[in-house]
């Protein structure tokens, strides 16, 4: 049975990333930043960390990134 949610935005915050995933906050923002989770800066001034969907989908599925 799949239990991986359904995807329907095109980006995720990372409070939700952390929910989804079950990893912990400082988790993913260690995999953030070394690269192997994709992130966008959105709004200005650096703005917030949002993850694209098919990153969080890559991760959910334990391919990590393409």
């Known amino acids: 049975m799949n239990n991986i949610p359904n995807l329907d935005r095109l980006t995720y915050p990372v ?10 906050r ?3 923002y260690r995999r953030i930043k070394s690269g192997e989770l994709d992130s966008i800066r959105v709004g200005a001034k650096g703005g917030k ?6 990153a969080l989908a890559r991760l959910l599925h334990g391919r990590g990134t393409a």
């Open 26 to 28: 400082p988790e993913v």
């Open 15 to 24: 409070s939700e990333v952390i929910t989804m995933s079950g990893l912990s």
């Open 49 to 54: 960390i949002a993850v694209p969907a098919a």
